[in-house]
């Protein structure tokens, strides 16, 4: 059967081998699964959802009740006071640089405690200049790097004695370095330490595909304010498009103003038909995110039988549903990302190849065919050309759909070395 897939009968048994070593690694991520699924279950009958909310406004969007009850939800899974979620953010970087240009005004310093931030808010921040970033308004940026992979403490608390910081970022995800991903345990660690030093700093996380992967959120462990994409956890594959931000009410409130327009904040803005995609990919998105984190303990369980070096191993707590091959070999990870793409349901006939990339300084090959373009839920795979040549693998809807991948993949890099 799989045979006729293109997948090679050793590539099937050594797949199937790996995946018979993992039931429990598969049952601590069935058991995140059904807390996350009920509290989502649990809000909706709170906020008791009816059809009616399902319904679109266009234009101004004046009186949309399907989007305030949708916001409402979003904020009661994510331990939040408040939440916007609109399809008017058109990715969840565009998110984060308003909720920045909202929180900080000039004169203020932004200071990133997990390292440099991901590629594509540098011109956002001003480390790569552009006259529209904060920098060019006059807003500072400092940055403490993490040490073995958790927060400088010593270097934290004595940046915080010496001056006023108005908002400390911290992305859990590791983006495209090689570090590894924040837990919310060390999260929570560091916000507490935090708070005994300023506790009026607004701390803002990135948050982006780290949701459901745990049963806690940052704003439920004292982060002030969180950020996300729709096309990645919370949007379960069915969010066309959009992302939020959770938190404190009155920062909401800041960020809708900024968002739309002083006066007016979250009171316009039409859902345009995104009430149902929104709330039904909130309700698939416990599941969805299961079958992510399956597919990635598989490919870190079968690429580490191949020889290759894995982050995380298959057994360790994970923070995201990303899964970083590294393969120190630039062919090697173009031929993955070829193989991925070619067991994708859309455009599995395309060949990705690198190509420069809007934000991003290296060239960049990316696997992703998705039936919304760039979701990183739906399976994916890409990564810069530069050294050691890491391959982040993320998503996938379904476990079954992404252990096929993962055999077709590694056939292809079977068949070529």
Do not use: W
């Amino acid at each position: 059967m799989f045979e006729n897939f293109g997948i090679d009968s050793d590539c099937l048994e050594l797949v199937n081998t790996c995946e018979k070593k993992l039931d429990e690694e598969f049952k601590k991520i069935d058991e995140v699964c059904e807390v996350n699924s009920l509290k989502v279950l649990k809000a909706f009958n709170k906020y008791q959802l009816s059809e009616v909310h399902l319904s679109s406004t266009t234009g101004y969007g004046y009186n949309d009740i399907g989007r305030d009850v949708c916001e409402k939800i979003f904020a009661e899974v994510l331990g939040s006071e408040d939440a916007l979620v609109r399809n008017q953010f058109i990715s969840g970087s565009h998110a984060l640089n308003v909720t920045l240009f909202a929180l900080l005004r000039p004169g203020d310093t932004l200071l990133s405690i997990s390292g440099l931030p991901y590629d594509t808010l540098h011109e956002v921040i001003g480390i790569k200049e552009n006259s529209s970033s904060l920098k060019s308004f006059g807003i500072n940026y400092e940055q403490i790097d993490l040490i073995d992979n958790d927060f400088d403490y010593e270097k934290i608390g004595s940046v915080l004695k010496a001056k006023k910081i108005k908002v400390i970022e911290i992305q859990r995800s590791k983006g495209y370095s090689t570090r590894k991903s924040l837990t919310i345990d060390k999260v929570a660690k560091i916000i507490s330490f935090i708070r005994e030093l300023d506790k009026d700093v607004i701390i803002m996380v990135d948050n982006c595909y780290c949701e459901m992967v745990s049963t806690v959120e940052p704003t439920s462990v004292g982060a002030d304010i969180m950020v996300g994409s729709l096309i990645k956890n919370l949007g379960g594959g069915l969010a066309p498009n959009g992302a939020y931000v959770a938190g404190r009410h009155d920062l909401i409130e800041l960020v809708a103003e900024r968002l739309t327009l002083p006066g007016e904040g979250r009171e316009v803005g039409p859902s345009l038909g995104a009430n149902k995609s929104f709330l039904q990919g909130l309700f698939f998105a416990p599941s969805v995110v299961a079958s992510s984190l399956k597919t990635a303990v598989l490919t870190s369980c079968v690429l580490a039988e191949l020889g290759y070096d894995v982050e995380p191993k298959c057994d360790e707590e994970r923070a995201d549903i990303v899964q970083n091959i590294i393969f120190h070999d630039r062919d090697m990870l173009i031929k993955y990302c070829q193989g991925i793409q070619a067991a994708s349901p859309v455009d599995s006939s395309a060949k990705p190849i690198p190509g420069d990339m809007p934000g991003y300084d290296d060239q960049v090959i990316m696997a992703a065919g998705a039936f919304t373009q760039g979701s990183s839920i739906e399976l994916s795979c890409d990564g810069p050309l530069r050294e050691p040549y890491i391959a982040y693998q993320q998503g996938s809807l379904m476990y079954p759909y992404g252990k096929i991948a993962i055999m077709k993949a590694i056939t292809l890099l079977k068949q070529n070395y």
